[in-house]
């Protein structure tokens, strides 16, 4: 079955290390996308990434850092600038042109 | 600064009836306007998309209004379940090239009581 894939599921990080959450899709989308999502909150987009080997700031990129090498991937780095890294990550992505996401299952983010 | 507006507070009503959610946008023009039902724990799930110049779409129990005089739309669920259950999540899309990503607003907790 196509979809997304975020791994992993759950992570926990002490202060001052980074740590990359892995977001695969097989759906032959071409635009990807980062969202924070903290309780009781909506998404804040992060990056986002239209083709292979480029991508755009979102509203809160700072702390954060991406990579846009294949197609198919799209990892989140969240690094120890980011100064309250515990959230929900969603990864999500969308044909060229199509206005509708599809989300993966989120990856949660606790710092310890 | 665009802004989009849910109601924070859960709506709570009874199966069998009707539940109504609001979405208002202020400093936006959209051409589109989605919601997403999102459950606890899991990424959101689209239900419905709308466009400017359209005024109802319907979908099974769901129907979607979208009324850009008041810059509002109203998601509504007929003989709802306790299976609706859960967050659902709106968001205005526009059409020019300076962001290419949705914006949501921060959702609607919706409870179905037996």
């Known amino acids: 079955d196509g979809g997304i894939t975020q791994s992993p599921k759950y992570l926990f990080r002490k202060e001052g290390q980074n740590v990359t959450l892995s977001c695969e899709q097989n759906?032959?989308?071409?635009?990807m996308y980062w969202y924070r999502q903290d309780p009781g909150q909506g998404l804040r987009l992060i990056y986002y990434?239209?083709?292979?080997?480029?991508?755009q700031k979102g509203d809160i990129a700072e702390g954060y850092s991406v990579s846009r090498e294949k197609k198919e991937s799209f990892p989140l780095t969240v690094t120890s600038a980011q100064k309250n890294p515990t959230a929900f990550y969603l990864c999500?992505?969308?044909?060229?042109?199509?206005?509708?996401?599809?989300f993966g299952a989120g990856s949660r983010l606790t710092v310890l | 600064s665009q802004k989009i507006e849910q109601n924070s507070e859960a709506l709570n009503i009874q199966e069998g009836k009707t539940a109504t959610l609001t979405c208002n946008y202020t400093?936006?023009?959209?051409?589109?306007l989605q919601w997403y039902r999102q459950d606890p724990g899991r990424g959101p799930v689209f239900l419905l998309l709308?466009?400017?110049?359209?005024k109802e779409k319907r979908k099974e129990r769901l129907k979607v209004t979208f009324d850009t005089t008041l810059k509002q739309s109203l998601f509504h669920i007929t003989a709802s379940q306790p299976a609706d259950s859960a967050t659902y999540l709106c968001?205005?899309?526009?059409?020019?090239?300076?962001?290419?990503?949705?914006?949501f607003g921060s959702g609607t907790r919706l409870q179905v009581q037996p």
């Open positions: 999500a992505s969308t044909r060229s042109g199509a206005n509708v996401l599809t």
């Open positions: 759906l032959n989308h071409d635009a």
């Open positions: 990434s239209q083709i292979v080997n480029d991508f």
């Open positions: 400093n936006y023009s959209p051409a589109y």
């Open positions: 709308i466009r400017e110049n359209e």
């Open positions: 968001a205005p899309g526009a059409m020019d090239t300076g962001r290419r990503a949705l914006t």
